[in-house]
T-cell receptor, first 114, second 115 residues
Framework: DTGVSQDPRHKITKRGQNVTFRCDPISEHNRLYWYRQTLGQGPEFLTYFQNEAQLEKSRLLSDRFSAERPKGSFSTLEIQRTEQGDSAMYLC????????????FGPGTRLLVL | AQSVTQLGSHVSVSEGALVLLRCNYSSSVPPYLFWYVQYPNQGLQLLLKYTSAATLVKGINGFEAEFKKSETSFHLTKPSAHMSDAAEYFCAVSAGGGATNKLIFGTGTLLAVQP
């Protein structure tokens, strides 16, 4: 069990640029979540995949955000035309489901938009 | 809708003292409750979870939490604080049973442990 991995760990970009983050879940975990965490706040849900299907998106996920999980394995989160307000830690979590479901988090990608 | 409230954004204790971090929840259905810990520049690590099997839940690193339905609380405790406990702690609720078990987090409590 290698845990959830995320790449890159840090990203600095200029306003207006596009960025893409990758998440590799624990193998055989069919559920994958993306959360965003700003300074001084708890993580906020962005979107959820079960296998390759994106089943829920938060209202926080504007049209500039898109997420994919091709083949139900790794996932990518892309932000187009970044804004300074996008600066945050982006966390990925995976799980096997169940009740209750235990989500295992990756180390996160910290994004700074200048 | 589910929500959690963590009272006290900062808590400071002396090494060896009792740790008490407060969490109150709101849920329209029987909740699943979690405590996660986050060390600087790291992701979240699960400390413990409430599954309705027992109201007193024991977790890792000597932490435990008690589910009190009448008080809608799920406070986290540790009898004796250690310097390595200094971190941010998040309480979270998940409704469960639906299409998504997304977690709703509180705003966190930063625990400082003084020597």
């Amino acid at each position: 069990d290698t845990g959830v991995s995320q790449d890159p760990r840090h990203k600095i970009t200029k306003r207006g640029q596009n960025v893409t983050f990758r998440c590799d879940p624990i193998s055989e975990h069919n559920r994958l979540y993306w959360y965003r965490q700003t300074l001084g706040q708890g993580p906020e849900f962005l979107t959820y995949f079960q296998n390759e299907a994106q089943l829920e998106k938060s209202r926080l996920l504007s049209d500039r955000f898109s997420a994919e999980r091709p083949k139900g394995s790794f996932s990518t989160l892309e932000i187009q035309r970044t804004e300074q307000g996008d600066s945050a830690m982006y966390l990925c979590a995976s799980s096997l489901g169940g009740a209750p479901e235990t989500q295992y988090f990756g180390p996160g990608t910290r994004l700074l938009v200048l | 809708a589910q929500s959690v409230t963590q009272l006290g954004s900062h808590v400071s204790v002396s090494e060896g003292a009792l740790v008490l971090l407060r969490c109150n929840y709101s849920s329209s259905v029987p909740p699943y409750l979690f405590w996660y810990v986050q060390y600087p520049n790291q992701g979240l690590q699960l400390l413990l979870k409430y599954t309705s099997a027992a109201t007193l839940v024991k977790g890792i690193n000597g932490f435990e939490a008690e589910f009190k339905k009448s008080e809608t609380s799920f406070h986290l405790t540790k009898p004796s604080a250690h310097m390595s406990d200094a971190a941010e702690y998040f309480c979270a609720v998940s409704a469960g049973g639906g299409a998504t078990n997304k977690l709703i987090f509180g705003t966190g409590t930063l625990l400082a442990v003084q020597p």
